[in-house]
C-alpha cells in the first residue's frame, strides 16, 4: 500500500486543530456556529415526543446530524472521509459537554436571553442528577475526545490505503 501524502497532511492538521479544541472546549471553534443551528432545529424536530425530548433533543440533534454523515461515507465505503466528519462528530460531542458543565452556573449566553431555559439545567434538574454535574460532564468530554483520537487513528489508517481499494472493511 502507498501512503497518500495530501490524505495524511489533512489528517495532521485536522487532528491537531481538533486535539485543541478537546485542550480548551471553552474557546469558539469553526465548527460551533454550525453546532448551535443544528442544536436549535433539534429542539423542534423532537418536540413530538414531549417536553424532556424536546429539550434533550437540541444536544442529541447536535451529534445524530453529524454521524449521520458518518454512517453515509461509511455506505458508500468512502472511508477516509468518514474519518474526518468523525472529527466533527467528537467537537460537537466536546461542544455539549460545556454546555452540560455550565448546567449549576448557568453563565453561558442563551439564544432566547436571560429567560430561556437552560437545557441542561432543567435535564440534570428533572433527572436528579445536577449534583453531578462535574462528573456528567466530563465523562461527555472525554467522550468526544476518545472520538477525535480514534478519527485521527482512522485518518492515519484510510490514508494509507490505495486509492480506489475497497477491499478493506471499515
Known sequence: MTKSPLKLGIAAVAGLYFLWCAYDPSQWHLLDGVNLLIHEAGHVVFRPFGEFMMIAGGSLFQIIVPALFVGYFIFQQQFFSAALVLFWVGESVINVSVYAADSVAMQLPLLGGPDTIHDWNYLLS?????????????????????????????????????????????
Not at 131 to 136: G, L, W, Y
Not at 144 to 170: K, M, N, P, Q, Y
Open 126 to 170: 428533572r433527572l436528579n442528577l445536577l449534583a453531578h454535574t462535574a462528573q456528567i460532564a466530563g465523562a461527555i468530554r472525554l467522550f468526544g475526545t476518545l472520538l477525535i483520537i480514534l478519527a485521527i487513528c482512522a485518518c492515519v489508517r484510510f490514508a494509507s490505503r490505495v486509492e480506489g481499494d475497497r477491499s478493506e472493511s471499515f
